[in-house]
């Protein structure tokens, strides 16, 4: 079958196209993250002072991301790529175990297990779109290291309730950061490989 | 043989492919004459990922003559190539491939909550975009269109709205009942089918503009 | 000692935290009283990474019982932990620690140089990104929202332009005169004030689409 029109040879999604569907996705994956979080906290978390718990509790808080601008600015692209590539990664096991451990929440509404089952979807869409992008921006080798830097789910087998609830809000606190920084990183790559850092 | 007028089927043609939300996207092909002998279509494609020739995994969905492909088989980050090929005992004929690219085939789903109200010089045509998350994020900016008709008229009457969500009409006649319809289209993509019909009786009391 | 009236200052709430381009942020408090003697009060915080507590850099940039924290003290997707404590002779109070995440708290300031064009048809409203909001780099990425109302009309009717910065808007009435402000927010944080009211009066030879 020939792949392209009339002949022509390159006949694929220019890199600009991939990162604004990359883009869309990652915005859409972080406004569904923030929604699933503040849900959860509006109706589970309020006044157990999770949040201190929650400190330096992130699975993923071990990987050297960059936290400010001027941080941001002096990473390589390719390296910043990489990075993205590293945190999504780590999220298909917890995702998955979300999208399954969510179903058990007293009373848990539609929404949320709606919300959970579409992170998870769009990640993993998200991920295979990264992957193309990477392979594109810098031709050697991916890297498929096999990702678990999650501990896994031992917390939430645990009888009491407390605890049970503080792995879920820990996990989604954990999520709507994460989804953050995808986010904003992969905006930021779009300014600076497509359009010459002049957004 | 042939001179029993049988003969291989016609050359089919894919004559569209759309997507209404970027998750899932159907083709439909037109069949030639298929030479006086039952014919069969496949649809084939592949992918820059996987170029090995893929057999449509749905022909019922989408109704006659199509292909539907559900998300699992729906990727953003690949050209789709696509072939439509006639068979019968004669011999078989495969349609020109069509190349697609998803996120430029959405047709969306119509605008929904259309409202009329009456104002004093005006009628205020009011919508709500189709439920689809790009737009509710803001990162997919679509067009609309309304148009407008005297109930027993032919002919309607056209008005682009831009990116607006409302639109007010203006010379309209009292005690003449009106129907509206709306319709949307993104960037790069086609026009959506016109929303339901809504009606509206003008009131007398409507003060025309002269 | 007690009977002259003279106690522990109370404790002081910290009432908002916000950033307006992502790049720094500031914190207010507002004191309780100062159990009638000279009080002062000073701001503590530690972060995930820095567990250690440390002093407000900056007690002058945002004005009165307020903390600006600049480029070098605001880290993203880190908990900060802060606290207010007023002490005077007679001992001190500390107030409730507040956890903010840069990250959600947002606010840029409103869009800038708003400008009115009629066109033949519509009004071509344009405007900039707020000065110190660096949206070139990507770091930071905001959406618009405008509003226009005639002068004399209590109701405002608002348009989502998405991420550009300009928009048409429609079916406007000759000779009218209107308002316009517009408002950003980042992709993810808090809408700005309204931009200024900007007026303009629609010529009467301002052709009505119909």
């Known amino acids: 079958l020939p792949i392209c029109p009339n002949g022509s040879v390159n006949c694929q999604i220019s890199t600009g196209d991939l990162f604004d569907r990359a883009v869309k996705l990652s915005h859409y994956i972080h406004s569904l993250s923030s929604e699933i979080f503040n849900e959860f906290d509006e109706r589970y978390a309020q006044d157990r002072g999770f949040i201190t718990k929650s400190i330096n509790a992130c699975h993923t808080s071990s990987l050297n991301t960059p936290e400010d601008k001027a941080q941001a600015q002096q990473i390589q692209h390719e390296e910043l790529l990489n990075l993205v590539l590293r945190v999504l990664r780590s999220w298909n096991d917890p995702l998955v175990h979300l999208v399954s451990e969510v179903q058990g929440i007293k009373e848990a509404p539609d929404t949320i297990l709606w919300k959970a089952v579409e992170i998870e979807e769009q990640t993993k869409r998200l991920l295979e779109g990264m992957e193309k992008i990477v392979k594109r921006v810098q031709p050697g080798d991916l890297g498929n290291e096999v990702y678990s830097l999650w501990p896994g789910p031992q917390d939430v087998q645990v009888a009491d309730e407390d605890s049970r609830l503080f792995a879920f809000y820990n996990l989604l606190h954990c999520l709507r950061r994460d989804s953050h920084k995808i986010d904003n990183y ?12 002049s957004c | 043989k042939f001179l029993d007028g049988q003969t291989a089927p016609d050359k089919p043609e894919i004559i569209k492919c759309r997507s209404p939300e970027k998750e899932t996207f159907s083709c439909w092909w037109k069949p030639g004459s298929d030479g006086g002998l039952p014919t069969n279509y496949t649809l084939l494609y592949s992918t820059e990922k996987h170029p090995e020739i893929m ?20 990727s953003l980050w690949t050209i789709y190539t696509i072939v439509v090929n006639a068979t019968n005992e004669k011999g078989s004929n495969a349609s020109n491939p069509k190349f697609v690219d998803v996120t430029y085939i959405i047709e969306p789903y119509p605008p929904t909550n259309v409202s009329l109200t009456v104002e004093k010089t005006h009628l205020l045509v009011k919508w709500l975009p189709p439920s689809m998350a790009d737009i509710k994020y803001g990162w997919l900016t679509l067009v609309y269109e309304l148009r407008l008709k005297a109930e027993k008229a032919q002919e309607w009457v056209t008005h682009s709205a831009g990116q607006q969500t409302q ?3 203006l010379s309209l006649h009292p005690g003449e009942t009106y129907v509206v319809q709306v319709r949307c289209k993104p960037d790069h993509g086609f026009w959506s089918q016109w929303s339901p019909e809504t009606y509206i009786q003008i009131p007398n009391t409507f003060q025309e503009r002269d």
């Open chain 1, 186 to 197: 992969l905006k930021l790559l779009k300014c600076r490989l497509i359009h010459d850092s």
């Open chain 2, 167 to 169: 639109f007010n009409v």
């Open chain 2, 55 to 74: 057999e449509c995994p749905d022909y019922k969905t989408s109704g006659p003559n199509s292909c539907y492909f559900d998300k699992k088989h729906t």
